[in-house]
């Protein structure tokens, strides 16, 4: 029996649609049939783009916490969810401009390199990245090719995509006591001044520059900093983690460099990736204290 016919006759059987998995779509073909698979895979079920009773209770589980949110009002045409397990946090941020992994045609790669928890994890960091890549797709698929990964990305338009669970602990941080209970965004930012002109010339925009700033408690040459509307993404979702998982509204001591408690694990709060690697310059010139202070 083909996978077309199956999903066909499984559908009959639960009464699911084609479009649960790819938005408006409605054939029961080979389109669909990748579509499940990429929903497996991202779930940690076995992906064979069969939607039989296993399938069927995951996405039937996703559905009835979308329609929760919506009860709460949480989801509307200024806002958005974010995920941790099968809690639904609010984010308030255009909902355009919020992508998942649970979004049908979801096109982003998701990278196999995270450590999967079956309870609750017990989150208490967030740690802020640049990519050093032209946007957020570029990031997704380095660190897809590299097995390494993260939460979040924000793009250049201040898009926030969920590349993974908040349930799994992603390796970005290079430090595993962080990663065993942080979270971590990549905010899209190619550094290098020589990258100006893509920017330009690909409707984005001149990036602001960013001159003085400290790292290590060194000075950093100019780079390329983030656009306005990146860092108003980024408070919004400093602002989710905190309501949501319950991150405290607080910074590394040391502020421009190495810090030993936030390197420890043990800290909760917000950091910059220097903050508990000696390796990192990033995110030089991100003032957490003062984007905390606003939140407060």
């Known amino acids: 029996m083909s996978a077309e016919t199956y999903n066909k006759n499984q559908a009959k059987r639960f009464g699911w649609k084609p479009d ?39 996405v039937v589980a996703e559905r009835e916490a979308l329609e929760d949110a919506k009860d709460l009002g949480w989801i509307s045409d200024d806002s958005d969810v974010l995920w941790w397990g099968e809690k639904a946090i609010k984010i308030d941020w255009p909902a355009d401009k919020v992508h998942t992994f649970k979004d049908a045609g979801f096109p982003y790669p ?6 999967k928890y079956s309870s609750k994890r ?49 390796w970005h941080a290079g430090n595993s006591k962080v990663n065993k209970s942080g979270v971590g965004v990549e905010i899209a930012n190619a550094f290098y001044l020589k990258y100006q002109s893509w920017y330009k010339r690909n409707g984005f925009g001149e990036r602001p520059i960013m001159s003085g700033a400290l790292a290590q408690n060194r000075k950093v040459e100019d780079f390329t900093w983030f656009y306005p509307v990146q860092i108003e993404a980024l408070k919004a979702l400093y602002k989710a983690m905190h309501e949501g998982c319950g991150i405290p509204l607080e910074a590394p001591a040391e502020k421009w460099a190495y810090d030993s408690h936030a390197a420890s694990g043990k800290f909760e709060g917000f950091m910059n990736h220097f903050h508990c690697s000696t390796k990192k310059i990033d995110c030089a010139g991100l003032d957490i204290e003062e984007i905390l202070k606003e939140l407060k």
């Not at 895979?41 to 995951?58: K, N």
């Not at 990245?129 to 979040?152: E, P, Q, T, Y």
Request: glycine share 8%.
């Open 20 to 58: 649960w998995f790819l938005a408006g779509h409605v054939e029961f073909d080979a389109k669909l049939t990748e579509a499940i698979t990429q929903f497996q895979s991202t779930r940690g079920l076995t992906a064979d783009g069969l939607c039989g009773p296993g399938t069927y209770r995951v």
């Open 110 to 115: 998701v990278s196999k390199g995270l450590t």
């Open 122 to 170: 017990d989150i208490k960091s967030f740690v802020t990245h640049w990519d050093v890549c032209l946007n957020s797709m570029s990031c997704a698929k380095v660190l897809a090719k590299r097995n390494v990964s993260v939460h979040f990305c924000i793009d250049n338009d201040g898009t926030i995509i969920q590349l993974h669970d908040l349930n799994d602990a992603c």
